[in-house]
């Protein structure tokens, strides 16, 4: 058999030629036994018609053997010739020969260093496009952080309006007196920016990660 893997027939085929002259090998091979298994058949019906016949069955078998491994090793060396020139002039595609599905080629012709070159940039296109991702990511993170702050603000900010008007409903118009409630109600704004604090801190660690 061939160790040309003649990929390019392979292509056009649907199989390679080597596989093709295998399967009619095997087919001539098959055929071969199939008929000395006939032959030998008849042998022995015809030996039945002759009482006095010393040859027996075990007899009939080995020279049905012998003759079998001759004409195998004949078929061996005729399908060799048989198979080269099949491969070489019927089942092979000239090199001049381009396939229609291969016509771009012709058309856009390229070397080996310029299809390198086309490698290298889709590469380079790749990673500019991945690291142009993370920063959209990070950028994305950022921006939900400080909308998670501002949220968080603008809840002090109400919520330092909110003690004003109590400071004012309480009578406490004065700095030292606004001071001292203030000072009475510092846990809730102690509260306020533990939490803000927790999620600036969980926004940073996601930019880290990208």
Not at 21 to 32: K, N, P
Not at 55 to 73: A, N, V
Not at 162 to 177: A, K, P, Q, V, Y
Request: aromatic share 10%; hydrophobic share 40%.
């Amino acid at each position: 058999m061939s160790v040309n893997p003649m990929a390019y027939e392979a292509q056009f085929f649907g199989f390679t030629p080597q596989t093709c002259m295998l399967r009619i090998y095997i087919a001539f091979q098959d055929y071969l036994f199939e008929m000395m298994l006939v032959v030998e058949r008849v042998i022995l019906k015809k030996l039945d018609g002759f009482p006095g016949c010393k040859i027996g069955p075990s007899q009939i078998r080995k020279s049905t053997e012998k003759f079998l491994l001759f004409m195998k090793d004949h078929f061996d060396k005729l399908f060799s010739k048989m198979e080269e020139v099949l491969l070489q002039l019927v089942l092979s595609i000239p090199e001049n020969v381009l396939l229609p599905e291969d016509k771009v080629h012709e058309q856009y012709p390229y070397t080996k260093e310029e299809f390198q070159a086309l490698q290298d940039e889709i590469q380079q296109l790749q990673q500019q496009y991945r690291a142009k991702t993370s920063i959209g990511q990070a950028l994305r993170a950022e921006l939900e952080e400080q909308n998670a702050v501002q949220a968080e603000l603008e809840k002090m900010l109400q919520w330092f309006d909110g003690l004003d008007n109590i400071c004012r409903e309480h009578g406490t118009s004065n700095f030292n007196e606004s001071f001292a409630f203030l000072a009475r109600n510092s846990k809730k704004l102690q509260d306020v920016l533990k939490d803000v604090e927790k999620k600036s801190d969980k926004m940073k660690k996601h930019i880290q990660l990208l």
